[in-house]
Nanobody
Framework: QVQLVESGGGSVQAGGSLRLSCAAS???????MGWFRQAPGKEREGVAG???????TYADSVKDRFTISKDNAKNTLYLQMNSLKAEDSAMYYC??????????????????????WGQGTQVTVSS
């Protein structure tokens, strides 16, 4: 059974950077993995994902600022966040999806509803 533990959140001023990590235990090879976030009073939204073929996808709001990557040797997913804005403040969750939605390419748009989730890490950006 896959388990995910996020880390790296914190408080930063606008324009700053943070790197989130998601350490996975268990088999995640060929899984889709990604980062989602939820701010108070808002729906959870996809931030960035790595598909089963290694391709990446990003929300328009974070393109050119955030970079998702995965170290397969360490079984760890990362999210490098640069040029942070106040609107990036949210709880960030890591998800791993090995369901059909991953292999059909729909998992990210569907919010990885059947994926495995971590407990989240808080990111707060002050303006």
């Amino acid at each position: 059974q896959v388990q995910l533990v996020e880390s790296g959140g914190g408080s930063v001023q606008a324009g700053g950077s943070l790197r989130l990590s998601c350490a996975a235990s268990g088999w995640t090879y060929r899984y889709c993995m990604g980062w989602f976030r939820q701010a108070p009073g808002k729906e959870r939204e996809g931030v960035a994902g790595i598909n089963s073929d290694g391709s990446t996808t990003y929300a328009d709001s974070v393109k050119d600022r955030f970079t998702i990557s995965k170290d397969n040797a360490k079984n760890t997913l990362y999210l490098q966040m640069n040029s942070l804005k106040a609107e990036d403040s949210a709880m960030y969750y890591c998800a791993a999806d090995g369901t059909y939605a991953c292999y059909s390419g729909s998992w990210f748009a569907l919010g990885s509803v059947n994926g495995i989730w971590g407990q989240g890490t808080q990111v707060t950006v002050s303006s």
